[in-house]
């Protein structure tokens, strides 16, 4: 019954749709700072997390901007469709009051990437306005974050689903 299987306007028994947010400047990745970012280019993560989401049975959206309005509708777009958010916001993570606030709002479970370890660079990288509307945050791991990221939301979908 249609009713009964509908959490929160999302039909829980459709295939879980998770959108991979990624923002400015990570469509340069692979052409500079390999040591701080990795060797890898935003198609190779695209290409990694699809072959992940696919093994777990989630639909994935892999989306990049250079624009912070565009991350807001995005996040918006995801609430009551969207299953969970994996976002890196790239350097608006520090600065963007604006893609917390369209986060609290979505009220998607979320996790936070980011490839380099943002404890160990300069102190204004030390802040993320995206944190506190997450459930966590990975980073330092490179690529591999994103795959631990989907990981994590696996775990938490499948919890909040089980009744
Ligand atoms: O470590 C991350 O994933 C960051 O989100 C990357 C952002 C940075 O502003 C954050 O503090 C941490 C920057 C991505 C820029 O990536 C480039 C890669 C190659 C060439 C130029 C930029």
Not at 20 to 38: A, H, K, S
Request: charge should be negative.
């Amino acid at each position: 019954m249609a009713n009964e299987r509908e959490t929160g306007g999302r039909d829980v028994t459709a295939t879980p749709i998770i959108s991979i947010l990624n923002g400015p400047n990570l469509n340069m990745l692979g052409t500079r700072q390999p040591e701080v970012y990795g060797r890898e280019s935003i198609s190779d993560i695209e290409a990694l997390c699809r072959a992940h989401a696919d093994g777990q049975g989630f639909a994935l959206e892999f989306r990049q901007t250079n624009h912070e309005g565009d991350l807001v509708t995005w996040i918006q777009e995801a609430r009551g469709r969207a299953s969970g958010i994996v976002i890196n916001a790239g350097a608006y993570t520090h600065t963007s009051v604006a893609i917390l606030d369209a986060l609290l709002a979505a009220e998607v479970p979320t996790v936070e990437v980011h490839l380099s370890n943002i404890h160990q660079r300069d102190p204004f990288r030390h802040h993320s306005y995206v944190a506190k509307a997450a459930k966590g945050m990975i980073c330092g791991f490179g690529s591999h974050g994103y795959i631990l990221a989907l990981d994590a939301l696996a775990r938490l979908i499948k919890g909040s689903s089980q009744t």
